[in-house]
């Protein structure tokens, strides 16, 4: 019912199927008024939409529509209707007039697509007896309204809202039972109080806390965050499924929303945006207007910007440029900059998901870019990278570095107890922003030379690599630093080295291939793929390795993009019989086996088991239960996404073995 098509950091664009079609998300689903509704948003491009289903059972006449004709008839839109309970009712005015089975039945009852039970929205900041408390009931009706849906063969896709206030314990808590419940959609409730007061630090900690332990093949719905400028991050935490009562709410206050915030029409002196409203009207036509007609327009002006944004983040995700989409939206209120920070803590959270290559460049926008997952991921990399005895650290220059080293580098320092080095035995290393160390060798893979940053350099990203160079300096015997580096980075315990003429970065091919095997595979996977007399093919027109051979056999290409390998079958073979189980693997049970050998792509529930390592984008083998080599592909989808989907691919297998 819900696949992941593209992805990016932890955002993802999905398809989510539902009896009334199947839709994109992440989605908006503006909020119908079952009564009061006057705008088309099926005609501003509403692909979904959310009603409230309590609202139509206390009213007498509708309901009556609703029971006989459905829920779609009622308020006009054929596509998916998602209805909630009305437990916003019951947070706001304490009680309300109907049972929790009972509004099941009733949402079953009027062919909504996607139900919820009635859980209850504990306040922020209350006592924690109090969130637990709440939270209890909430578990015990969202247990019973899957039990009553699945004993009576109900249609209704369900809802389970996730609550605990702002404990971040009692969210991962109310997460965790939730998704062993195995319920549909997972929207994450109580949060508007917190928008309101623009706390979304606050938010940041109660969707991460909850989003890791939802399920990942579930859709993940933030409840009542109906402002633009919030989409992007809320996308990068994984949610999938946004809900606006904003765009009306706002327009009968005269506001329009953006993805910037919010401006009064009082203080408009142009039109915000070229929408159809903003084209066709001016400041006077609207000031001028009776305001019923005025907040129709400004509602509609509010919900074509909010679909835009939509728009624009699957986009940034389909083009790997999502994450810079998030940095931008992030600046535009100092409390949505501080959620990004506290984004940045969840780090290791976001890396599992974040694809290892991407369509775009890395782009620093900022210090808070030094955090990105991409830097981490890198860094942890070279952390379990063998290394050589002595390191020479260069300055950058031109990218690609390796094809860039002056033939006179200048002058180096030197840090150890001899005075003479053996570069035989040294890694090479320029020090940059924002990757802090790229051996020379690795420059040319993604993002470690896909990636720009401003020519200045903030304090953020000189503090981390002062850091990164204080941590990987002492494993090292001798240490050379450039001249430029040591003054640029605080590095003054260094003596003069008298030989610096003889410093000279060889550039070795072989050495490259090897390094990128490691870097990419795992450490020993260089050895294990180029073992023979390798020969090395390039393109004429770029002078880029394009093909590796071994004894005359083709081992691996080299794709142009990221400069990373794709395998060929000798290659796949190689790396199979030197790595061990799981290692590099996707393990899938004997239904899938002729498939996969066919060279057909491998559907996610046919995984038994995978290498955790996996990320989205890697190579991987994909083998049978005893370890036989069936085929090998990319994956599509991280561990934990192979693990948990039940549908939709996982790997697009380059080729099988027959
Ligand atoms: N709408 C906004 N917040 C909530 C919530 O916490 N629960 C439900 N059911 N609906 C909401
Ligand atoms: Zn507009």
């Given at each position: 019912m819900f696949q992941i098509k593209f992805k990016d950091g932890m955002g993802r664009v999905g398809k989510l199927e539902t009896k009334h079609g199947t839709i994109t998300t992440p989605a908006l689903m503006p909020v119908i008024h079952p009564r009061k509704q006057t705008i088309d948003v099926k005609e501003l491009g509403a692909e979904i939409v959310i009603t409230n289903a309590y609202l139509i059972y206390k009213d007498e006449d509708i309901k009556k529509k609703a029971i006989e004709e459905g829920v779609h008839n009622l308020i006009n839109f054929p596509g998916p209707v998602m209805t909630d309970s009305g437990s916003f009712q019951l947070s706001v005015?304490?009680?309300?007039?109907?049972g929790n089975k009972e509004v099941i039945e009733f949402q079953e009852l009027i062919k909504s697509d996607i139900g919820t039970s009635l859980d209850i929205p504990t306040a922020p900041y209350v006592s924690k007896e109090k969130a637990e408390e709440d939270l209890k009931i909430t578990l015990e009706r969202a247990k019973e309204a899957k039990k009553f849906r699945d004993d009576n063969g109900f249609e209704l896709l369900l809802n389970s809202v996730v609550q605990g206030s702002t404990f971040p314990d009692l969210r991962s808590y109310c997460a965790s039972e939730l998704a062993y419940l195995g319920s549909d959609l997972y929207p994450i409730g109580a949060v508007v109080p917190l928008m309101e007061m623009y706390h979304y630090d606050q938010i940041v900690d109660i969707v991460m806390s909850s989003v890791s332990h939802l399920p990942d093949s579930k859709p993940r719905h933030l409840m009542g965050a109906g402002h633009p400028m919030l989409f992007a991050l809320a996308v990068a935490m994984g949610c999938d499924l946004f809900d606006s009562a904003a765009y009306v709410l706002y327009a009968e206050d005269d506001r329009f929303l953006s993805p910037r915030g919010t401006y009064k029409l009082e203080n408009?002196?142009?039109?915000?945006?070229?929408?159809e409203i903003c084209s066709n009207y001016t400041i006077d036509d609207l000031k001028s207007m009776e305001k019923s007609e005025r907040s129709q327009l400004i509602a509609k002006h509010n919900l074509y910007v909010s679909l835009a944004e939509i728009k624009l983040i699957r986009q940034a995700i389909y083009e790997g440029s999502f994450l810079e989409l998030v940095e931008e939206r992030c600046r535009v209120h100092p409390n949505l900059l501080n959620a990004y920070r506290r984004f940045s803590h969840y780090n290791d959270e976001i890396e599992l998901y974040d694809p290892r290559s991407k369509k775009s460049a890395f782009f620093y926008t900022g210090s808070e870019s030094i955090n990105r997952p991409e830097i981490k991921r890198h860094l942890n990399k070279l952390r379990t990278f063998k290394k050589k005895k002595n390191l020479v650290l260069l300055p950058s220059f031109k990218k690609p570095y390796s094809k860039n080293v002056p033939n006179n580098l200048g002058d180096f320092y030197i840090y150890g107890e001899?005075?003479?080095?053996?570069?035989?035995?040294t890694d090479f290393m320029v020090v940059d922003i924002p990757f802090c160390l790229i051996p020379l060798d690795l420059d040319e893979i993604y993002p470690l030379s896909q990636n720009e940053y401003p020519k200045t350099k903030d304090l953020a990203a000189v503090n981390e690599i002062e850091k990164i160079l204080s941590e990987f300096i002492p494993q090292y015997k001798q240490i050379l630093i450039h001249n430029k580096l040591a003054k640029e980075y605080n590095l003054n315990l260094y003596r003069i080295y008298p030989d610096s003429n003889l410093i000279k970065y060889e550039k070795n091919d072989v050495n490259k291939i090897i390094a990128i095997a490691d870097y990419q595979f795992g450490f020993g996977a260089g050895e294990a793929l180029f073992n023979g007399k390798i020969k090395i093919e390039k393109s004429k027109k770029t002078g880029k390795i394009r093909h590796i051979y071994c004894d005359g056999e083709l081992i691996a290409n080299m794709r142009a993009s990221d400069s990373f390998f794709i395998l060929s079958k000798e290659g796949a073979k190689r790396l199979h019989t030197s790595f061990k189980s799981p290692c590099l693997r996707v393990i899938v049970n004997s239904d899938s086996e002729p498939f996969a050998r066919e060279g057909k792509s491998v559907f996610s529930k046919f995984i038994v088991d995978c290498d955790e390592n996996i990320r989205s984008n890697d190579e991987v083998l994909i083998v049978n239960e005893n370890d036989q080599l069936l085929a090998y592909g990319k994956a599509l989808l991280c561990y934990s996404e192979m693990m948990d989907?039940?549908?939709?691919?996982a790997i697009k297998t380059r080729k099988g073995f027959k």
């Open positions: 005015y304490g009680d309300v007039e109907i408009l002196l142009e039109m915000p945006c070229s929408c001899e005075n003479k080095i053996n570069l035989k035995n989907f039940k549908v939709g691919q």
